[in-house]
């Protein structure tokens, strides 16, 4: 299997590189065919297959249109963060005293040379050190002078102005709406050998490099102000003075974006040091692109919404509909009300929302409140709506203590039936039994006779005529047919907040393999098991606690608790999507659990496979285990593991 998977992983290299290139090719050529995010998520997937990848050094290159001049300065590839976590990360080697942050635009590179004050040439990025000459064309750009003057003096400058070519959505809106984007009509219209068009285009400098004499600044600071001197259009400079304040500032430069003039996807991040051996590298250390994301946006909460699951409150917030992937998205949960305080989530809160991996949207950060802008705290429930107890507020949750609550019960019947899978025991079902109390806990299923059951599927009349139920007798064999529970599926079908199978498997696998110890520990030793913390291991005890009684009872009397297979899946997690052709997926799904594995609904980082007949398909499950690295495999390879 190993064989199959270095395989499949230099074919994914290859097709990776083979994109690319193809993409890099028309994007600096002015045709660029998919989005900066896509194109990013093909690069940060080769950075992770095969992070010493020469493409990964490399830049792009122009057509041979134009005449071809070597850079002053080297424009190579930043480094770049996707998210917050991913800057974080960064920041931990690149400690500074204060950050430097400027809009990262998104146009087209240029580089203007002066020799004495007087523009010689207009150098596009090319491959990095060389470029397309497009002199002509610059100089009918707004921002780009012939020659440098502070006053009514030129300015004795010889080296390079580096900025970006952009457009403004006002001219984009006017003249080029038929285009993609603004960039595109950009790249397209710099390199027209006629000029026609460079007019509506604009430079926007930042960056300089002098290759006579000192610098005319010391820092970066100091460079901004010296390009705004020279009247250059320039990049908005925000000071930081930590790595959450920069975090902070990204997230107000989301919320605005919309309104500012030109495109920008990102913010550049550097230190105030200007480093001139960094910049000559082919991919800069010392500063990085933080860039925007589709999985993130701003938007503001109108109301919180308590969703109950059992015995469990959840705070769900609500807020103006934003895109998030591709979806509208309105509402996110805050897990619990420690989350919801330690955020400072309010009503009319602006928040940052981020839908990472494609998966749930939640809320990530609070921005700091606007002058004028109205909040309101939020009220956290009191009682139980089903039973009126007092809530108990654990800070980690919020439940209905009673244990006798309907809502509760209900919900921990319907958690045994899923968890041990009784396939004909359906929810009205399980309601109906539960309303005409002949079921009021687990044990209670397992008491069933046919007789008790034919009343759900026929009517007086037909129970008279007929007497037998086949629907009744098939209930009642699926729920004898599970006398024999795997013990991390029986304390799992008991519904503990926060506990599922996989959860008890490794409480299994670390030695408490049986009822009796897992009543004899403690939550200091089950906190000390890999995957649980003091606040599951609190929980897990009281849910012990609260339901021994029929925990016992139920293995005692009516349901042998076998220990987990220690077979050929031992520790090993499957999902499984589209059609199977030997079996049902139900039938794969009990053959991984007998055989020591374990079943996931969805993809996950610590998801050992995915198996489906179609691994090339453009799926949300396909896609997204391909991103994160998940081995996907076919049918029969799953059959050959064991």
Request: hydrophobic share 35%; glycine share 6%.
């Amino acid at each position: 299997m190993d064989e199959l998977f270095d395989v499949e992983s230099t074919s994914r290299i290859n097709t990776l590189v083979s994109l690319i290139k193809k993409y890099q090719d028309s994007y600096y050529n002015g045709e660029a065919e998919i989005s900066d995010e896509e194109f990013d998520s093909l690069w940060d997937e080769l950075k992770r297959l095969d992070p010493q990848n020469k493409i990964l050094q490399k830049v792009g290159a122009d057509s041979g249109n134009f005449k071809k001049i070597r850079h002053v300065m080297p424009m190579g590839s930043q480094e770049k963060a996707a998210d917050p976590e991913q800057f974080l990360d960064w920041v931990k080697n690149h400690v500074y005293p204060e950050y430097l942050v400027e809009y990262k635009l998104d146009g087209a590179s240029l580089e203007l040379q002066f020799e004495r004050g007087i523009l010689k040439a207009a150098v596009t990025r090319g491959d990095g050190s060389v470029g397309d000459e497009i002199t002509f064309n610059a100089k009918k750009m707004r921002g780009v002078p012939s020659a440098l003057y502070q006053g009514d003096k030129i300015v004795d400058y010889t080296g390079g102005i580096r900025g970006e070519v952009v457009m403004t959505h006002e001219v984009f809106k006017e003249f080029y709406s038929d285009k993609a984007n603004c960039r595109n009509a950009a790249n397209g219209l710099m390199k027209r050998k006629d000029g026609k068009g460079s007019e509506n285009l604009q430079f926007i400098a930042y960056d300089a490099f002098s290759t006579s004499g000192t610098q005319p600044f010391s820092d970066e600071e100091e460079k901004i102000n010296w390009l705004k001197s020279l009247s250059f259009y320039t990049v908005p400079l925000f000071i930081c003075n930590s790595a959450q304040q920069v975090i902070d500032y990204r997230a107000q430069v989301m919320e605005k974006r919309e309104q500012i003039e030109y495109d920008i996807d990102g913010l550049v991040v550097k230190e105030r040091l200007i480093n001139h051996e960094d910049a000559l590298r082919a991919r800069p250390d010392r500063q990085i692109a933080f860039k925007f994301s589709l999985e993130e946006a701003v938007s503001t909460v109108r109301k919180i919404e308590w969703s109950e699951s059992g015995a469990t409150y959840t705070p769900v917030a609500i807020f103006d509909e934003v895109a998030l992937n591709g979806t509208i998205v309105k509402r996110a949960s805050l897990a619990n009300p420690e989350t919801l305080r330690k955020l400072g989530v309010k009503i009319g809160s602006r928040v940052v929302v981020v839908k990472r991996g494609e998966i749930i949207p939640k809320i990530e950060s609070v921005l700091s409140e606007q002058e004028g802008q109205k909040t309101f705290n939020i009220e956290i429930p009191k009682k139980c709506e089903c039973c009126g107890s007092t809530l108990v507020d654990e800070g980690t949750r919020l439940f209905c203590p009673n244990k006798n609550c309907d809502k509760k019960i209900i919900h921990q019947l319907l958690k045994w039936v899923s968890v041990i899978d009784i396939r004909d025991l359906g929810e009205t079902l399980v309601n109906s039994l539960f309303n005409a109390k002949k079921v009021r806990c687990i044990t209670d299923f397992y008491k069933l006779k046919v007789e008790d059951l034919i009343p759900f599927f026929l009517n007086e009349e037909s129970i008279l005529k007929e007497k037998n139920s086949l629907g009744a007798k098939k209930v009642y064999d699926s729920i004898q047919s599970k006398t024999k529970v795997p013990l991390s599926s029986f304390i799992a079908g008991f519904d503990i907040e926060g506990i599922g199978e996989t959860t008890v498997q490794k409480l299994v696998e670390s030695g408490y393999d049986t009822i009796e110890k897992l009543f004899s520990a403690t939550e200091e030793d089950f906190s000390k098991v890999y995957g649980f913390a003091q606040i599951m291991a609190h929980t897990f005890v009281a849910g012990l606690r609260e339901n021994e009684d029929e925990i016992k009872s139920l293995a005692a009397k009516y349901v042998t608790v076998i220990q987990n297979s220690t077979g050929a899946l031992q520790g090993k997690s499957f999902c499984f999507t589209g059609e199977l052709k030997t079996m049902k997926r139900s039938e794969a799904e009990e053959l991984v659990k007998k055989n020591g594995g374990s079943i996931k609904s969805s993809v996950t980082k610590d998801l050992s496979y995915l198996v489906t007949n179609d691994t090339a398909s453009g799926s949300s499950k396909n896609e997204k285990a391909k991103k994160i690295a998940v081995p996907v495999i076919t049918e029969e390879e799953f059959l050959s593991l064991f």
